[in-house]
T-cell receptor, first 117, second 114 residues
């Protein structure tokens, strides 16, 4: 069975601080995909990134960066110079790449990030 | 481009009532999903469909039913509403021959059972 753990339930920072959201996963599959989604206070789910298990290259997109380490089964997300608009719940998710997985996602519990002005 | 549309956005039901949560997508996606999100928890898969006429159970299917008569629509049915079904329900869709395409989510339906 797959499992995703986001140990940080809530994080509170002051604007312009850097913040890292942790994600640890468990899977028996050799090929899989990892995702991060953002859920702002308005409630919708916004896709942020997808990572293939074969690709351990870190990725940066503006103030966002992701550190994938297969050896520790972690896929951490860092926001640099946080802003109030970054306040949201962030979810890490996992799905197998096998033919019968059908893209079904296993989500972590989510981390509530609050950025104070 | 509407994407994934869910109706209603909010609903209050009495215990034992039934209702259907509607979900439609205009992206011609073959895969569709229903998740529920309980407070402080991540999303859990209720049912999914890989195409018209094909549905299967997810992690938490009890108390729900689905159908997929068209590519666009994937309604979720609650037959006998129970307080444990109070939750936010999300419908999602994706177009994929493998698992690497992100799912597109609707805005959710907030359901309260009293």
């Amino acid at each position: 069975a797959q499992k995703v753990t986001q140990a940080q339930t809530e994080i509170s920072v002051v604007e312009k601080e850097d913040v890292t959201l942790d994600c640890v996963y468990e899977t028996r599959d050799t090929t899989y995909y990892l995702f991060w989604y953002k859920q702002p206070p308005s409630g919708e789910l916004v896709f942020l990134i997808r990572r293939n298990s074969f690709d351990e290259q870190n990725e940066i997109s503006g103030r966002y960066s992701w550190n994938f380490q297969k050896s520790t089964s972690s896929f951490n997300f860092t926001i640099t110079a946080s802003q109030v608009v970054d306040s949201a719940v962030y979810f890490c998710a996992l799905c197998s790449a096998g033919g019968t997985s059908y893209g079904k996602l296993t989500f972590g519990q989510g981390t509530i990030l609050t950025v104070h002005p | 481009n509407a994407g994934v549309t869910q109706t209603p956005k909010f609903r209050i039901l009495k215990i034992g009532q039934s209702m259907t949560l509607q979900c439609t997508q205009d992206m011609n996606h073959n895969y569709m999903y229903w998740y529920r999100q309980d407070p402080g928890m991540g999303l859990k898969l209720i049912y999914y469909s890989v195409g018209a006429g094909i549905t299967d159970k997810g992690e938490v299917p009890n108390g729900y039913n689905v159908s997929r008569s068209t590519t666009e629509d994937f309604p979720l049915r609650l037959e006998l509403a129970a307080p444990s079904q109070t939750s936010v329900y999300f419908c999602a869709s994706s177009s994929q021959s493998n698992s690497n395409q992100p799912q597109h989510f609707g805005d959710g339906t907030r359901l309260s059972i009293l």
